[in-house]
């Protein structure tokens, strides 16, 4: 028994010796784990305590990341949705952005505002009704030249200066096409003047000869001054019975013209300077032998300072710049020859400040009238309404076929009459339905909606007279329209068995669609009835315009009248 349990003792090293030489040598992983597993761990497992403890502490720390994980997993789920959000909105435009709480609260006006728009109106109207006579001009600005009716006011006021405050007789003549400004230059010139002078207005229009026009002057004379100049024994009382009856003129009526020429050579000596403006000064040269003419510049020109003496000035409006070719040799002579030109304005630019200077008046800022905030708001909003395209193409439109500045204003007239407090802003659709209201409205705006031969007719009148035949018969229509029918048919290509080509008329329905096109006045006899001529011979023309029929056949939609229109070039 000793024995075997010794051997039993010793057997363990062995064993223990022989599979680590073995597991060294095996090459399977397999064994040599499972020799390592069987094998006590006494002193491994103490390499192992002493390796890992400084990792223990880490275990704790990976805990809660699984954790974390799902949250900022979660997190960006829950963002992303916004984020897509945020990007819809209209970011790129930032300008617009802030301004829009403000247009949404402004768009009713406060009740602490309706009286300074009601005082911004009346003050537009009345600034549309005679605007200022220039605008926006930088003196300073070298590129931008100075308007022609700025240096024609200039030349004008030293004119009519030197007639007020020297007792000078000056002449002249101002020159412009028609609304260039004419009479505005004139009437700021004598609104500056700093002595009230005497006007007297004459128009070539309406005193068509020296006799109507001297009873004028005499007139105009008499009620500026409180002077009668009426002969001895037609002076007028003034305690008449019946106070509606117009003694003046009656006593004018039985004066002599002989008389009447004399009253020139008193102007003078009225107690202040006289400034004498002839309307249609062309039209006074057509008068009989231009005695009128005669006599005020050969007045102005014999004129001599003294005392008791003031000064005379005549001056002259007309569009016709050869006016001065139509004077006698006489009264020539007596003419300074000074001509002052006046102009319209020249580029679409200064349309846009004039329209911003008729609609931004200069109004006194007072807390009764117009208060400060309404003002500032008025501004931008006017900025805004004239930096809008739309705006700038109906200006320019409307330009390109008048420059007249009265067209401005009446364009401008019912935006500004359409303002409330409700919608107390100008927008670019109140000045486009005044523009089309301001324009010539089309002749037959419903051309379009006319039937099929209608149609066929008109397009058949275009290739007459592109034939040379501007008066055609209804026989020629009906022969463009047959060959163009045959024309069509005879195409190779067929839909269900027919022709694409033009759809056939019966010679009846052209000739009834033809007598409902001539009442219509769509076509019009170039000549009379005539009972030995067949109605279907008659001569007329045409009364539509090629372009009209063009964009009516483009809005009908027929393709086959479309290409037929066309081959007519």
Known sequence: MKRKAGAALRQPPAKRATRSSAAQNDPDPSHSDDQLDCIPTTRRSTKRVQFHPPALPSPPRPEPSPVKPQATIKRPSRASPKKPAQLETPSLTPPPRPASPTKKALAHLPPHLHESLDRQKSAILQNLHSPALIHDYDEEDEEQDAPANLLAAQHVGDLLKGTTERGEGNSCLLLGPRASGKTKVIEQCISELSQEPIVVHLSGWIHHNDRLAMREIAYQLNQQTSASFLPEGLEVDGDAENPFMDDTVSGLDSIPTAHLHALISCIPTLPRPTIVILDGFDLFTLHPRQSLLYSLLDTVQSLRMG???????????????????LLEKRVKSRFSGRMIRTAPPRKPAEWTHTARAMLMPKIEVDSMDVKDEFTELWKTRVDDFLADPKIARIFEETFSVTRDLRTLSRLLIQPVLSLTPNSPWLTSEQ??????????????????????????????????????YPAVTFEMLHEYICTRIRTSSSAPVQINGRSIGMVKIPRLVLLSTFEKLVSAKMFVATAAHSLTIGKEFVRYRCAIHRQDIKQAIDKSGQTNLKTWLNKAS
Not at 461 to 466: D, L, R, Y
């Open 431 to 468: 000045l486009e339905r005044s523009a089309v209201a301001q324009r010539i409205r089309p002749e037959y705006p419903e051309l379009h909606k006319l039937t099929y031969p209608s149609l066929c007719l008109l397009v058949a009148s275009v290739h007459a007279e592109t034939a040379g």
């Open 307 to 325: 005392p008791g003496i003031k000064g005379l000035a005549v001056v002259g409006l007309t569009s016709r710049m050869d006016t001065i070719n």
